[in-house]
């Protein structure tokens, strides 16, 4: 992410709709005419709805169904700036307890640099614990590790557990590991939790008299799907994000390898993210992500790590792509998927330009068009330079932004626009944007306007925006998907999921959009209009975003539609107690604060809440 102004970067759940007892409008605006004819010969594509999924801080975390943090025993690194104003703890920061019966080793560990090895005695058993566990009663969890012990009379279990009022331990489930060799094994139990708390502890215990080495650790429930939280997978393919982007700085310049990132997750090596600040597990690699698009009907959007080299870059196209005839494909299919994934768009590299970015490019082209000819390559930063070389050969620009100025990012669009139009052979080329939001670097209390009502609407102004330039822009990805520092779409903790309200945005737009732009005209001041209609022209979407901190009610004018033509019904997102404020926001004691709900329509008018989004359903009502 970035915040620079200038060239490519512009500094730039399911829900019932209830029905929304908001304040009447006290201001009546004109009358807003939306015209039959289209305003462009382009298209409307879901794809510009999509969302971002980037190897920072908790973001995958928040979303993998792992129960355990740093379950290789490689320590946490911790940045010295970042918070949440909740006051919810991080994913990240949750740590193995200490205590004198156990310590790293680093000798002989099953993977990476430690393991942890549990000294017990006849009179002093041995634990390693780590809290801060959310289970639910009658659920089941998946206990696995590797281990080796000492020698022979040894005994251990894995434990769920937490502390009741009065200061007593009670055991929530517990099951006893088979006997363990002197050799690595690896150890996998079920086990059944009999009460239901935020506060569990899990705990490894050994008793008897020696050592046992454990490593990779895990705890998993039982309905995760191939991995992810169940919660995380239906809230995300609620919101239909169209298309998913994987990679951003962890790849450049962070340096992520994703040939590490394959294979048995247990013979994974964490990894230090460079960018970020963390040791990542390495949990959550090129198939996880891959399955992950499949489970939420999304299109992958793969970014590069450019300077892991074309040839990687080949081979990554191949392991996706490829049948199980070829090198990479078989290797995939030995990992478990022997159906290609099919992933048809790749950026090349993150947030990269200037003259030997573009000059570099060139072999990417070649090398990854000759592994599978069928996939659109994304650049990343645009350049006049870039399209001379290799405009023939990709299909999109890949421009950032992170800004509340819709003007700029106007002002991008259109420039990106002519610099296309006046190059030979470079017609074909559209835009994606794949990364954007109102900031991307603003860590003190600014960071905290992401979670709120007011980048709701910005955000919904500036899916506004890419409706008008539909005729140019394909693609864009919201940064970011869940949790990260505040820009998450969604919130999760141990316990359950939160929708931020972005997030209802997002979900509004996706639902109602429709694949043709029409033009709108007499917006009132203050609200910002887009209309979209299907592609017979039976119905029509007008989405209206009220910035104001005043209800306003809006009059269609509809008559070149056909004379039954009107608006029948809506949704709308917007403060549920309607207290005029952008910066209210969801939050764990009220989740639902700002939501979508039903929009009224009467006789040809809508009212619109203060700060609000909306998606005006219109047709015949004959």
Known sequence: MTTAIGGPVVGLVALGCATLCLAVPTTAAGTTKVTARPLHNGRISPMLYGSFVELLDDLVPGMWAEMLNDRSFEGLTKPSNWCYYDGQPNFCDREWHANPTWTHDTADSFNGARCAKLTASADSPAAVSQPDLAVTKHANYLFSGRFRASGAGLHSRAVLKTMLPNG????????????????????????????????????????????????????????????????????????????????????????????????????????????????????????????????????????????????????????????????????????????PYRVRYWQLGNELGGAGYAQDCVQFCRAMKQADASVSLLSSFPSQDLLDRVGGDIAYVGPHHYTPDLAACETDFRNLSEMIQKTPGCDHIRIAVTEWNVTGGSWGLGRAKLLTLDCAIQNARYLNLLMRYSKIVDIACRSNMTNSLCSGVIETRPAGLMRRPSYYAMRLYAEHSKPIPHGVEGAPEGIDLAACASEDGKRLCVFAVNTRTEPAELTLDLSEFGTGFRPLNGEVVCDTEDRHQPDVTNHWAAPDRVRTGELRVSAGKVALPALSASAIECGDSR
């Not at 088979?178 to 050799?183: F, V």
């Not at 079920?190 to 046992?212: C, H, I, P, W, Y």
């Not at 990894?271 to 489970?295: A, H, M, T, Y």
């Open 168 to 339: 007593k331990w009670m055991e929530l489930a517990a099951v006893k590991l088979p006997n363990l060799s002197k050799k690595w094994t690896k150890c996998s139990v079920a086990m059944v939790s009999s009460g239901t708390t935020d506060r569990a502890v899990f705990e490894l215990q050994l008793t008897g008299n020696g050592a046992l080495w454990a490593d990779k650790l895990s705890l998993m429930p039982s309905d995760n799907v191939h991995g992810w939280r169940k919660d995380v997978v239906r809230a995300i393919k609620e919101m239909r994000p169209g298309i998913v982007r994987w990679g951003g700085s962890a790849c450049d310049p962070g340096g992520y390898r994703w040939k590490e990132g394959i294979g048995d997750r247990d013979r994974r090596v964490p990894f230090p993210n460079k960018v970020w600040g963390r040791i990542d597990s390495n949990d959550v690699g090129i198939d996880e992500f891959c399955q992950f698009c499949e489970l939420v009907e999304a299109e992958p959007l793969v970014c590069l790590s450019f300077s892991d080299g074309p040839q990687s870059a080949a081979d990554l196209v191949q392991y996706c792509n490829g049948e199980v005839t070829t090198t990479w494909g078989a290797l995939r299919a030995a990992n478990g998927h022997p159906k």
